[in-house]
């Protein structure tokens, strides 16, 4: 571009211009002329160094283009910088919800029973005897039952009535309780109704309307009616 830029004029092109071409040397000589009237502040020595300056050409920059792949930088960054969790199928390969037969044992889950009996009492204010029923029962059903001593009172399978012990683990679906003979039960939440005991406060639950996981009940709106069917 720079080679194009000082290349002289062909001589037909300055005729039909009506222009004379110039020699380099008057081409130079009219150019210091110009810039000293131009800038009578700068010296022979600024100008000079002005006249050996390259000139720089700079590529057209689409904004469009540079704004996305300022995005998909940004984008790319933050990526790097989550970090990824397991997939579903991956936690199943990996077994990372299930006990180990040495750890099913009811003794162990005794202090975490502790804690969830500490952890109610606070949250529904110290379970005085004048407390209101209703509101307790409301924070009940919002409250975290992992350490809670659950009893299946009613169930559309009969085997599961009487089952009782400490909650483990919760899922959508299911309850996993250790009883205290160290086995492992998975109750199923629809068709069973749980009673839960604290401080003479019993508490139940009707699976079938608690089919939620724990992190999803503490949102929800939950409507009060006088009879629920299993």
Same mark, same amino acid.
């Given at each position: 571009?720079?080679?194009?830029? =000082?290349?002289?004029?062909?001589?037909?092109?300055?005729?039909?211009?009506?222009?004379?071409? =110039?020699?380099?040397?008057? @081409?130079?000589?009219?150019?210091?002329?110009?810039?000293?009237?131009?800038?009578?502040?700068?010296?022979?020595?600024?100008? =000079?160094?002005?006249?050996?300056?390259?000139?720089?050409?700079? /590529?057209?920059?689409?904004?469009?283009?540079? @704004?996305?792949?300022?995005?998909?930088?940004?984008?790319?960054?933050?990526?790097?910088?989550?970090?990824?969790?397991?997939?579903?199928?991956?936690?199943?390969?990996?077994?990372?919800?299930?006990?180990?037969?040495? *750890?099913?044992? !009811?003794?162990?889950?005794?202090?975490? *029973?502790?804690?969830?009996?500490?952890?109610?009492?606070?949250?529904?204010?110290?379970?005085?005897?004048?407390?209101?029923?209703?509101?307790?029962?409301?924070?009940?059903?919002? @409250?975290?039952?992992?350490?809670?001593?659950?009893?299946?009172?009613?169930?559309?399978?009969?085997? !599961?009535?009487?089952?009782?012990?400490?909650?483990?683990?919760?899922?959508?679906?299911?309850?996993?309780?250790?009883? /205290?003979?160290?086995?492992?039960?998975?109750?199923?939440?629809?068709?069973?109704?749980? @009673?839960?005991?604290?401080?003479?406060?019993?508490? *139940?639950? !009707?699976?079938? /309307?608690?089919?939620?996981?724990?992190?999803?009940?503490?949102? /929800?709106?939950?409507? !009060?009616?006088?009879?629920?069917?299993?």
């Amino acid at each position: 571009m720079e080679r194009l830029l =000082q290349t002289s004029l062909p001589f037909a092109e300055a005729k039909l211009l009506g222009i004379t071409p =110039q020699s380099k040397t008057q @081409a130079e000589a009219f150019t210091k002329a110009f810039l000293s009237n131009s800038l009578p502040r700068l010296t022979e020595a600024n100008i =000079q160094d002005m006249m050996l300056r390259k000139a720089v050409v700079l /590529k057209y920059a689409n904004p469009k283009r540079t @704004a996305n792949k300022r995005k998909l930088a940004e984008k790319q960054k933050r990526s790097r910088k989550k970090a990824k969790g397991l997939t579903a199928k991956q936690r199943r390969e990996m077994k990372v919800f299930e006990l180990k037969p040495e *750890h099913q044992r !009811y003794e162990l889950f005794l202090p975490l *029973h502790d804690l969830w009996k500490q952890y109610i009492i606070d949250l529904c204010n110290g379970l005085k005897p004048d407390s209101n029923p209703e509101m307790i029962q409301i924070k009940m059903l919002k @409250a975290d039952f992992h350490g809670a001593i659950m009893t299946v009172v009613k169930s559309k399978c009969p085997s !599961y009535v009487g089952t009782t012990g400490i909650l483990v683990q919760e899922f959508k679906h299911v309850f996993k309780i250790i009883t /205290k003979e160290d086995r492992l039960k998975v109750i199923p939440k629809r068709n069973s109704v749980f @009673a839960i005991e604290v401080n003479g406060f019993v508490s *139940h639950i !009707y699976g079938s /309307k608690f089919e939620l996981r724990s992190s999803e009940r503490s949102a /929800k709106k939950f409507k !009060y009616r006088g009879t629920t069917d299993l």
